[in-house]
């Protein structure tokens, strides 16, 4: 195939993947069923083989499932075609090949076809099984040409992102006990090797051993070096959202100053080398100012990595001021739109925001991302999931940040709520009595049926949904209600998570260099390459495309180097 490396056999193997992540997987599982032999190299250990997807809640974004269907919801491939496009907002010339959303568009088109086609019939066909109440995220305000979904498709995975990952470790392990795959763990990846204009292998630093539990930051002692040599290296080593530093240099500048405060979604190995690594090597890198950072973040009470922080995702009900008491207009709304909120509270002038809300709402509508904070889905235990969401209780996880969470305050009056948030916060922003006055008028309009209130009008549509009215949306009533009490507020920070730009590639996953040429023998999946292209999502995402992307970038890739090299 014109641009790979020569198909010569190596000694070490025909591949080597570099990040034992969800799209390395995906790409090994695909050439060692074409009887390719794969070597996969991690500067982690092989606790943590699964990377950031075992973290995961494990969302998917399906179009047209049997769960929409039994939910009431008519989707569609040209609906969702058309909620991607608008949400994507791709402008760096997307119709010009060359341009940096050149790839990335007809990624996009690739992936719908994917989502709407074999996506939910290949991972079912695996053991994959997905909850029947379908979830609405990044919804938007319901406004055509606006960003968001118009219906609900993310959809939970049973067993969360450990029920996703499995699989393809079972296929990985059976592959290597067939002598087709070899792990190389704790191998740091320094350089790609280049022979005559072609990468021909990896150089690196092998690494004291770890005994660290998965997630935990390990050891970066030096015991030596190595190099491998493959005809083809397919780079899966994931984004930058675990290093600030890297962060912060690429924010977007429209967004003026990056937070000199955030909190971490992913585990410190998510560092960002090989993007670098890989440019040196020829590779073009595009969007870098594209990321996706939730604004919901609340630090962990239990911290598993540093800076270790938790995104909530929360249904309308919850009132969201910026650090000076001002209520959020829409988009500022739970689960309607990241980006947009992310821009309402950079406009703001302060780098982190609060949820106003009581125990009634938090006992239906919050969910904390992330499969140790969801026990009974991560556990398949789906009956005890679905109840635990029912009752009126509040779920275990989320009272153990009630009691123990360093960003959540109580109190029974919305004066002494408001002193509580000034100590949490450390000034003196906050006024109990412009509070106490936009609490109340929100409260008079959930009682008016004709109520022209963004937020108000936002609750009424998801009750109208039967997934959120079941079990993600409680019924309307007034936040200052005492049997509805006591109050809540919580400190949201700025959470870093992914990287929505990335490598370029063409739709078989080859690198692309400075002039639009594959660079031989260089390949990237996952969120390395931008989930697929440089940047699949454009600036945001409509959530459940994420781990999606992993698996459709992955398997394309794995396809193309299983046929290039034999």
Not at 180 to 188: A, D, N
Request: aromatic share 8%.
């Amino acid at each position: 195939m014109p641009g790979f490396a020569s198909a010569a056999p190596s000694e070490h193997a025909d591949v080597i993947i570099v990040g034992h992540g969800l799209a390395g997987l995906v790409a090994a599982c695909e050439l060692t069923d074409a009887g390719r032999k794969v070597m996969i190299v991690d500067q982690e250990s092989g606790k943590n083989l699964g990377g950031q997807a075992h973290w995961s809640l494990g969302g998917l974004f399906f179009i047209d499932s049997p769960e929409q269907r039994l939910m009431g919801l008519r989707d569609s491939p040209e609906r969702a075609r058309r909620d991607w496009m608008t949400t994507a907002g791709f402008d760096r010339q997307p119709h010009r090949r060359g341009s940096e959303d050149y790839w990335a568009y007809r990624w996009a088109e690739a992936y719908l076809d994917f989502a709407a086609g074999e996506k939910r019939s290949w991972l079912a066909g695996m053991g994959m099984v997905w909850i029947p109440t379908v979830g609405w995220a990044e919804r938007g305000d319901g406004r055509p040409g606006h960003p968001g979904n118009t219906v609900p498709r993310f959809h939970l995975t049973l067993g969360t992102g450990p029920g996703v990952v499995e699989p393809f470790v079972r296929r990985i392990r059976a592959a290597a006990d067939r002598g087709l795959v070899t792990f190389r763990f704790r191998h740091r990846v320094d350089e790609l090797v280049t022979t005559g204009g072609a990468v021909t292998g990896i150089r690196g630093t092998r690494l004291a051993p770890s005994t660290a539990p998965r997630g935990v930051k390990s050891n970066r002692t030096a015991v030596g070096d190595f190099e491998f040599r493959a005809p083809l290296v397919l780079v899966a080593s994931g984004g930058i959202g675990g290093n600030q530093e890297l962060v912060r240099q690429n924010w977007p500048t429209r967004l003026g100053s990056p937070p000199s405060f955030m909190v971490t979604g992913v585990p410190a190995h998510v560092d960002g080398r090989m993007l670098d690594i890989t440019e040196r090597a020829g590779g073009r890198m595009v969007n870098r100012d594209r990321m996706w950072h939730y604004t919901e973040g609340i630090r962990n009470h239990s911290s598993i990595w540093p800076g270790h922080g938790i995104r909530v995702l929360a249904a309308p009900s919850s009132m969201w001021f910026d650090a000076a008491g001002r209520r959020f207009a829409s988009p500022g709304i739970p689960s309607y739109d990241t980006l947009g909120t992310l821009e309402l509270i950079a406009r703001s002038g302060y780098e982190y925001s609060w949820f106003v809300l009581n125990k009634r709402i938090i006992e239906k509508e919050f969910v904390l991302s992330g499969s140790e904070q969801n026990p009974e889905l991560t556990a398949k235990n789906l009956p005890l999931y679905l109840a635990n969401r029912a009752i009126d209780d509040v779920p275990k996880p989320v009272q153990a940040f009630l009691d123990k969470g360093p960003d959540f305050v109580t109190a029974r009056t919305v004066g002494e709520l408001t002193a509580k948030m000034n100590r949490l916060a450390g000034s003196d922003l906050l006024d109990a009595a412009s509070l106490n006055r936009q609490i109340k008028h929100r409260d008079r309009e959930s009682g008016n049926p004709r109520s022209r209130d963004e937020q108000i009008r936002g609750i009424r549509r998801s009750l109208d949904y039967l997934g959120d009215s079941l079990i993600r949306t409680v019924p309307m009533h007034r936040i200052l209600d005492p049997d509805a009490g006591p109050l809540i507020a919580i400190k949201m920070n700025i959470l870093t998570r992914k990287t929505l730009g990335g490598l370029q590639t063409d739709l078989s996953g080859r690198v692309l260099g400075s002039d639009g040429s594959p660079v031989p023998g260089l390949m990237a999946a996952g969120e390395a390459a931008g989930f697929g292209g440089g940047g699949v999502h454009g600036y945001r995402a409509l959530e459940g495309t994420f781990l999606g992307g992993c698996l459709f970038s992955g398997r394309t890739a794995g396809r193309a180097a299983a046929k290039a090299v034999r």
